[in-house]
């Protein structure tokens, strides 16, 4: 009688199993494929084949043992990469450059339908405007074309088409493509829930995050065209990042490294953690090479090791800069490695699934020369919530050509913690709530919570809290000054 086999045989046999049963369903799939269509969806069911190998040969997560230090260098400090000043340098610089921002995401979770990236930010300013505005500004500035790519996903492309009709004056070149379009995955049995390709039920499909970036960018054809077109070095930034602005001594950097070293192929800007970022990935050397550390790949017992701002001190803010033809090399030599995050969803219809995802900044471990740069956190202002917009419209920043600054009249350079409650989730909500836009330049905290309305002319400075029970209404007056003060129904209770 053959010994029973042991758990990692087991293991093993109905993996292989499961890519076997995947690729049949694959097949499948391809043959109710429209004929105008087939070669797009064998590209694109090839892609999603391997990431669906790589999801059932990976370790959900690392071996904490093996974190080794970061080797000295790794990271630079932002002040030690030097400045250009010279207009004619700058310029043939930035004749080297593509700008791309990541467009896929919708609006949805602060309560907008179409593309997040046409949220109003500021003075009735979009994302991509304020996108746009920057670019073209950096084009006129130093007599250059630095083009601007957006990777839209399936979600996003047809509106983003009809909102580009608005900007045929301005003076940008602006390339879009699509990243890929995945299958979801029934939980219970690993495999696809669409059942035809001759449909278009987009609940069955989904962006399989920014990792994909590299083999989409490859495969529209675009990252073949500015490598001929002379261009060297991508910036890759998330269109909802205020802070991501094209930065001359980074890409100065990239394109002159200091003599004692080959020009890094991959750079990643991170930043100082702060309590609100405790999330956020970090950079760590693992198994010989620097590696995005992201909580999901983190065993349970070591999370709150992993949150400490003591031990992991920076995270990742999704800024990166890759050279060209060291993408190129990876893709073509299917030597991109990275980790796979699995995102279960639940559907209207009931279902559970799962999405296969990678994220754009994993990607450092498979390019040469590597580092990551310290950057100031000014570089990085994303709007995920209502709370973010509120910080970006108030006097806190200074706006100039599309780009936004933290105002010298505030006397720190960190910005203020601010926790808005579930009535201000969304845009709509949270614009209704606010009669003006307070003056926060003295804040350090905010929490509101339940039925809050603000009148014009409020100030905030210090801590506040406002909480409005179960039933209650709190309206702020007018012209208001609330200085470390906690607010309950409508008595202030505790005053400094």
């Given amino acids: 009688m053959a010994p029973f086999p042991s758990s990692e045989e087991w293991k093993t046999s109905t993996k292989s199993e499961a890519l076997s049963i995947m690729e049949g369903e694959l097949a499948s799939l391809l043959n109710t494929s429209p004929d105008a269509k087939l070669d797009h969806y064998k590209m694109e069911l090839s892609g999603f084949r391997n990431l669906f190998a790589r999801f059932l040969r990976a370790k959900p997560t690392v071996d904490w043992s093996k974190i080794e230090p970061l080797p000295e260098g790794a990271i630079r400090p932002y002040k030690s990469l030097g400045t250009v000043s010279a207009k004619d340098i700058i310029a043939a610089q930035l004749r080297k450059l593509v700008v791309v921002k990541l467009n896929g995401g919708l609006g949805t979770s602060m309560g907008c339908k179409g593309p997040k990236s046409v949220i109003s930010v500021r003075n009735d300013l979009t994302f991509l405007d304020l996108t746009m505005q920057q670019i073209q500004t950096l084009n006129k500035t130093y007599g250059v074309d630095v083009p601007l790519v957006l990777m839209n996903s399936f979600n996003t492309n047809e509106d983003t088409s009809k909102v580009l009709k608005k900007y045929s004056n301005v003076k940008v070149s602006v390339h879009t493509f699509s990243q890929s379009q995945y299958p979801r995955i029934n939980r219970e049995t690993l495999l696809p829930i669409v059942k035809s390709l001759d449909g278009d039920d987009n609940e069955c499909w989904y962006p399989p995050g920014h990792g994909n970036f590299y083999e989409a960018f490859h495969n529209s054809g675009l990252l073949d065209k500015f490598i001929a077109d002379g261009k060297e070095y991508c910036f890759l930034s998330n269109i909802d990042n205020m802070g991501a602005t094209v930065d001359l001594s980074i890409l100065n950097f990239v394109l002159n490294p200091q003599a004692e ?141 599309g780009s936004l600054t933290l105002s010298h009249q505030r006397s720190f350079p960190t910005t203020p913690l601010v926790k808005l409650g579930s009535s201000f989730d969304k845009v709509k909500d949270y614009l209704g709530r606010f009669n003006g836009i307070p003056d926060l330049l003295e804040l350090d905290h905010l929490t509101v919570s339940g039925d809050v309305w603000f009148g014009k002319d409020v100030s905030l400075k210090g801590t506040v809290i406002i909480i409005a029970n179960h039933g209650d209404r709190i309206d702020i007056p007018p012209g208001s000054i609330l200085e470390n003060k906690i607010v309950s129904g409508n008595l202030r209770i505790l005053e400094h």
């Fill in 261 to 401: 070293q080959e020009a890094p192929e991959f750079l990643m800007e991170v930043t100082d953690k702060t309590r609100a970022d405790v999330k956020g990935g970090t950079l760590i050397q693992y198994e010989g090479r620097l590696m995005l550390l992201e909580i999901a790949q983190v065993p349970k017992d070591y999370v709150d090791e992993f949150k400490s701002i003591s031990k992991f001190r920076i995270f990742n803010t999704n800024n990166l800069w890759a050279k060209l033809s060291a993408m190129k090399r990876v893709v073509t030599e299917n030597k991109l490695e990275m980790e796979v995050i699995v995102n279960p969803k639940h559907l209207d219809r009931g279902l559970d699934v799962i999405q296969l995802e990678t994220a754009a900044g994993a990607a450092i471990k498979s390019f040469r020369g590597a580092v990551g740069v310290n950057v100031p956190r000014s570089r990085f202002l994303p709007v995920k919530k209502t709370s973010d917009l509120l910080l970006l419209m108030s006097n806190l920043y200074d706006i100039d050509n």
